[in-house]
């Protein structure tokens, strides 16, 4: 049997994400979370959120992990609304989503913008928007800088800023990102900002709706 993988990142942010995306996810929808990792949120939003059919999802590597969470929840939750797990890659040409027709209510990721590059990331949000049905939320969850100009970076903390450096040593291509980068990026997509929620451990919960064509460029209040 595999073993279930564990993070503490995400045992230790998982109550606060719930908190906000019972306010975001009111009503029946079908989730994607991309990036599942351990999968332990898949799980805990499942039990806390049976009104959401969501759907995890990760690079081939990961799967098992996710799969050892899942058959856990199932025998200990008898969960019903938690998808077997996806293979897939933001830059994957097309997204395995057949089931769904290739439509879903809302997008959710957390911790990965900062592990991507910037052209995985660019992928990552305009595909995410494509998959969104009209009105549909994307939710991204993690650290975020908020630049006094493009040439100068402004972290919300001294741990961000550590952090942003370690992760830049390990791979030059990685860092925290921008959020006018990420504005411009999700409005060119078709998708209006919503909200920026503050979230402990100097992180933030981004949501943009997707907007019709007619009020592209329009961000929504």
């Known amino acids: 049997m595999y073993d279930k993988p564990f993070s503490q990142s995400c045992e230790n942010n998982k109550e606060p994400i719930l908190q906000a995306l019972k306010v975001v996810f009111t009503e029946p929808a079908s989730i994607l979370e ?17 009104h959401l059919q969501w759907q995890p999802s990760e690079r081939q590597e990961n799967i098992e992990g996710i799969k050892a969470w899942r058959n856990w929840a199932l025998t200990h939750w008898s969960l019903k609304n ?3 797990p996806l293979v897939l890659d933001v830059n994957d040409e097309k997204w395995p989503l057949d089931k769904t027709n290739n439509q879903v209510d809302g997008v959710f990721t957390a911790n990965t913008c900062h592990i991507m590059d910037w052209d995985s990331v660019q992928a990552f949000v305009r595909k995410a928007a494509a998959c969104l049905k009209d009105d549909g939320q994307l939710c991204i969850y993690g650290p975020f800088n908020y630049p006094d100009s493009d040439e100068h970076i402004r972290y ?3 741990s961000n800023a550590h952090f942003d450096r370690w992760l830049k ?3 030059s291509r990685s860092g925290i990102r921008n959020l006018p980068a990420m504005a411009k990026l999700a409005q060119r997509s078709g998708l209006g900002r919503l909200q920026d929620l503050s979230m402990p451990a100097n992180n933030r919960l981004l949501i943009w709706q997707k907007i019709s064509t007619s009020d592209l460029g329009l961000e929504v209040e």
């Open 34 to 50: 991309i990036g599942s990792g351990s999968g332990q949120h898949a799980v805990y939003f499942c039990h806390r959120l049976p």
């Open 169 to 171: 040593q390990r791979d």
């Open 82 to 84: 938690l998808a077997p």
């Open 156 to 158: 919300t903390s001294a």
